[in-house]
């Protein structure tokens, strides 16, 4: 599994993730993605797009550094998840924690609202 | 060689760390003819040697190289002082303690036979004078017991750990079996199977069935992960909700109450998904809530094809539910079915890292007409067999399957 960070204007962190975000993908990530998604402010956007799978302990890790974020005033927003990934999102209702979008534009704007 | 031997056998009984450490110095004093003797153990984490016995004080650390027990320790052989008070390795700090005067020492490294030094043992005035080679020998011959034996108490104690740690386990399991149904409500027109197969000792999974006044309670919990504390999470669950139940909860309350409770007390990134539902058995009605369960299938038998139902909510205790989506309404027809499916079924991965899916189990469903809710139960496994090719199984394997049947039999 692997992952890019980078500070995108007005504070806001973008996370890309590629491979699979199954047991070892979120174990391999897990402590940087959960730093990087509670960097101040926490305004965060998640590229998706590169990943295949997505199995329960990676949404347990999307769920509570969601949560984190929430619970310091920020957001966290999933973008370009393919239609499998997307599927098991909307499968557990991923979308009632944090907004799930189709682009990184989408994705911003959303970031940027205030919360 | 009497003396030695005679050693031996008393160091061959203790397996308790104490009372061989009683019975080394015991047999220290007697044979080399001492006044006192004690044994330090060597702490590897710290460097320090950590007097274990010795019956007027207690508690003393020293690094390994401070004092003559230091010394034996960092040279890895024996230091015989014949006047201690005129060595100035010597630490009186010791004597300072314990109000005993120290006139000669012989310190010997306590090595095991992987060649470690474990400790030391140091005896201390030999009566009537000071010691000589013949005792230095004696005392190694003794030190070459007392290691061994050391090794073997040690070994036994972690071998009683685990032992406890099993047994642990196993009481985790039993207390988690005790929660699931022994048996299926009996209800006319009705056929209905529970499976439970964790991956570990203890599975983060549960489900249930049970009649109540408030119809048929079908559940299916997921703590993720598996060991003891995603049961703990899911026992937790399954047991708030039972108790709201019993309390007259509907649905709807129960499902809140007990969403927000696990969002209070269980820790940071443990969540547990679960589907509820409660169905009528008179008007076949099924009302269901979930929180992150999902798909879950309802075989219709009249279109041969399944629907699929995702959660109603995130999984249970991410967050305090604030808007309650309402309940999903479920009519099942004759010959219709339920299938609540773990995802330890349908994330299942075979050799190549290849999931099963939803749609292989939809295909078994439909070719289950005649099949009992056990029968069902068992070609799903079969189905995961076959497909793993000997993949092992990662995550706890959990279905809940209700069936309406097609024809009612009159008793």
Same mark, same amino acid.
């Given at each position: ?115 | ?42 702490? &590897? ?18 690094? &390994? ?79 070459? $017991? ?20 099993? $047994? ?88 809140? $109450? ?22 009528? &058995? ?10 992150? $369960? ?118």
């Amino acid at each position: 599994m692997d992952m890019d960070v980078s500070s995108l204007e007005g504070g806001i962190t973008c996370i890309r993730l590629r491979g699979r975000l199954d047991a070892p993908g979120a174990d391999s990530i897990g402590v940087k993605f959960s730093a990087a998604a509670s960097m101040a402010p926490s305004r965060v956007v998640v590229d998706l797009s590169g990943v295949g799978f997505i199995a329960s302990l990676g949404m347990r890790l999307l769920i509570s550094s969601a949560r984190n974020a929430k619970a310091k005033n920020g957001v966290m927003v999933l973008f370009g998840a393919t239609t499998m990934v997307h599927d098991v999102l909307e499968q557990m209702a991923i979308d009632q924690i944090m907004p799930i979008v189709a682009s990184e534009a989408l994705a911003l704007e959303q970031a940027r609202a205030p919360g | 060689m009497e003396a030695i031997l005679e050693v031996t056998r008393h160091l061959a009984a203790p397996f308790e760390l104490t009372a061989l450490l009683a019975e080394v110095t015991a047999a220290a004093r007697r044979v080399l003819r001492s006044e006192r003797a004690s044994v330090w153990l060597l702490d &590897v984490v710290s460097e320090e040697l950590v007097l274990e016995v010795a019956s007027d004080i207690r508690h003393v650390r020293i690094p &390994v190289g401070r004092g003559l027990v230091g010394a034996a320790a960092r040279a890895g052989r024996v230091v015989n002082t014949p006047d201690c008070y005129a060595d100035e390795r010597f630490d009186r700090s010791v004597d300072v303690q314990s109000g005993f005067h120290t006139r000669c020492s012989l310190a010997l490294p306590l090595i095991d036979h992987q060649g470690t030094m474990v400790g030391v043992m140091q005896v201390l005035n030999k009566r009537g004078g000071v010691y000589d080679a013949d005792d230095e020998a004696l005392a190694e011959a003794l030190a070459a $017991q007392c290691a061994m034996a050391l090794q073997r108490a040690r070994m036994t104690a972690a071998l009683i750990e685990g032992e406890k740690l099993r $047994q642990e386990l196993e009481l985790a399991r039993l207390v988690q079996h005790s929660t699931l149904p022994r048996h299926w409500p009996d209800v006319p027109g009705y056929d209905m199977h529970g499976t439970f197969m964790p991956a570990a000792q203890t599975g983060g999974d549960t489900y249930d069935l049970a009649l109540l006044p408030q119809g048929l309670l079908v559940v299916l919990g997921d703590a993720t992960g598996h060991g003891i504390a995603p049961a703990l999470s899911v026992l937790q669950m399954h047991a708030m909700l039972r108790t709201a139940l019993r309390l007259g909860a509907t649905l709807e309350a129960a499902f809140t $109450q007990v969403n927000d409770q696990l969002a209070e007390v269980l820790p940071d990134s443990h969540f547990v998904t679960a589907f509820i539902g409660l169905l009528d &058995v008179c008007s076949h009605r099924l009302r269901f809530l979930s929180g992150g $369960q999902g798909p879950i299938l309802h075989f219709k038998a009249d279109q041969g094809r399944c629907e699929r139902y995702r959660a109603t909510s995130f999984p249970m205790g991410a967050m305090p539910i604030t808007r309650l989506r309402p309940a999903v309404e479920v009519d099942l027809a004759p010959g219709d079915w339920l299938a609540v499916l773990s995802d330890g079924i349908f994330e299942y991965e075979d050799r190549d890292g290849q999931a099963l899916g939803t749609p292989a189990v939809e295909q078994l469903l439909a070719q289950a007409g005649g099949d009992t809710a056990a029968g069902l139960s068992a070609r799903v496994l079969g189905l995961l067999r076959e497909f793993a090719r000997g993949a092992p199984q990662e995550d706890d394997i959990t279905m809940v399957l209700v069936k309406r049947l097609a024809t009612v039999t009159a008793l």
